[in-house]
């Protein structure tokens, strides 16, 4: 499967710190994507960054891609208690663009 | 704008029975798509759309079929309900740009 995995499990910051996750994958793709899930709620997506490009930014949002290493990471800078969440990378197949993959999430509790 | 909406949010069901989980979108999307959501166990694809009149399985197809009859809907349908398929499911559309637009979910519980 092409499932990916993010790393780590949990994350516990203060208000203001920066927060880093990581997402390994297991073949080739033509984009990656970040997602955000309130408790109980849809998934939201967040940015895309494509198998060619190296760096991406969004606001407080950076993504780098490895494909090299297949993998990638998102930091979030300035962390707000709103940003508490669990994030999920999603791929999908370098042959099939049209399956989308997700890893297990990674739960961010940032404290006020 | 709508987006994407889910219908029922919450079901229950007994084992065997059989009900369809409904998904429409107004972005005049293609691509549709259905994951369940397990504790730890992130997203599964079940089934893609990339058009009316196509289908397609993901990882874990067993125990669903779909049809999409128009570009807007994209029901799910459970033949025979297991308690195995308790979970949360979630339906997605996506346009050219490749990002995932989602519903907010249908709870189904099968006792």
């Known amino acids: 499967s092409q499932q990916g995995e993010e790393d780590p499990q949990a994350l516990s910051i203060q208000e203001g710190e920066n927060a880093t996750m990581n997402c390994s994958y297991k073949t080739s793709i033509n984009n990656l994507q970040w997602y955000r899930q309130n408790s109980g709620r849809g998934l939201v997506h967040l940015i895309l960054i494509r198998s060619n490009e190296r760096e991406k930014h969004s606001g407080r949002l950076r993504v780098t891609l490895d494909t090299s290493k297949k993998s990638s990471s998102l930091l979030i800078t300035a962390s707000r208690a709103a940003d508490t969440a669990s994030y999920f990378c999603a791929t999908d197949e370098a042959y099939n663009f049209n399956k989308f993959y997700f890893g297990s999430g990674t739960k961010l509790n940032v404290k006020p | 704008n709508a987006g994407v909406t889910q219908t ?8 065997g029975q059989s ?12 691509y549709m798509s259905w994951y369940r959501q397990d504790p730890g166990m992130g997203l599964r694809l079940i089934h893609y759309s990339v058009g009316a009149g196509i289908t397609d399985q993901g990882e874990v197809p067993n125990g669903y079929n779909v049809s999409r009859s128009t570009t807007e809907d994209f029901p799910l349908r459970l033949l025979s ?20 637009f989602f519903g907010e979910g249908s709870r189904l519980t099968v006792l």
């Open chain 2, 8 to 15: 029922p949010k919450f079901q229950v069901l007994k084992t």
């Open chain 2, 19 to 30: 009900m369809t989980l409904q998904c429409a979108q107004d972005m005049n999307h293609e």
């Open chain 2, 81 to 100: 309900a297991a308690p195995s398929q308790t979970s949360v499911y979630f339906c997605a559309s996506s346009g050219a740009a490749g990002e995932l």
